[in-house]
């Protein structure tokens, strides 16, 4: 499959919240995603624009969002990054001990899984976290449901290794979500 991978742009709010909501869909989102497809679709146009901005090739830094486009411009896939400083509690709740990005909203449709897109889409985030040179980040870490077993071996393939960490998402008392990092290369 031809794809072509590259940050969003700042005015392609309509685009990334047509993905998000498809993913929102997708029959695993109870297990990948913190958001449900009613509460995002009820959120406001500023939301999504500023969303955008936020994760933009021009925004501030502190996140970016890469898409798998297909030649004709239809977006196929995503994943977005967040930069987490160290000794600063995270979105999460955490305090990360170093210098690290996180990797959330990983979502390939389903024609194009298989095609490599995920792969594609991996390596420009990774490439994008270790291009930071204020932070130095030091490891790309990602949480993955217990039960998704299709995402975990995905990202081992990618070289994600579980950290044995666990933490309690998604409104459950139990700690059910996995942490996965890939250390900076040498």
Do not use: C
């Amino acid at each position: 499959m031809d794809l072509s991978i590259r940050a969003i742009r700042s005015d392609e709010w309509e685009k990334a919240r047509e993905l998000r909501l498809t993913a929102l869909l997708d029959p695993v989102a109870h297990l990948a995603f913190l958001d449900t497809h009613e509460a995002a679709a009820a959120r406001p146009d500023s939301f999504w624009q500023e969303r955008t901005v936020g994760a933009s090739e021009d925004g501030p830094g502190a996140a970016r969002q890469f898409v798998a486009e297909a030649p004709d411009g239809r977006w196929l896939g995503t994943v977005t990054v967040l930069v987490e400083r160290a000794g600063t509690e995270s979105l999460f709740g955490d305090v990360p001990e170093v210098e690290q990005t996180h990797v959330v909203g990983v979502f390939v449709r389903g024609e194009a899984r298989g095609s490599g897109a995920v792969d594609a889409l991996f390596e420009a985030a990774a490439e994008w976290s270790w291009s930071l040179e204020e932070p130095r980040i030091e490891r790309a870490r990602l949480y993955v449901h217990a039960e998704n077993t299709r995402a975990q071996a995905a990202y081992r393939r990618l070289g994600f290794v579980a950290t044995g960490a666990r933490v309690a998402l998604h409104g459950s008392e139990e700690a059910n979500e996995l942490e996965h990092a890939l250390p900076r290369p040498a």
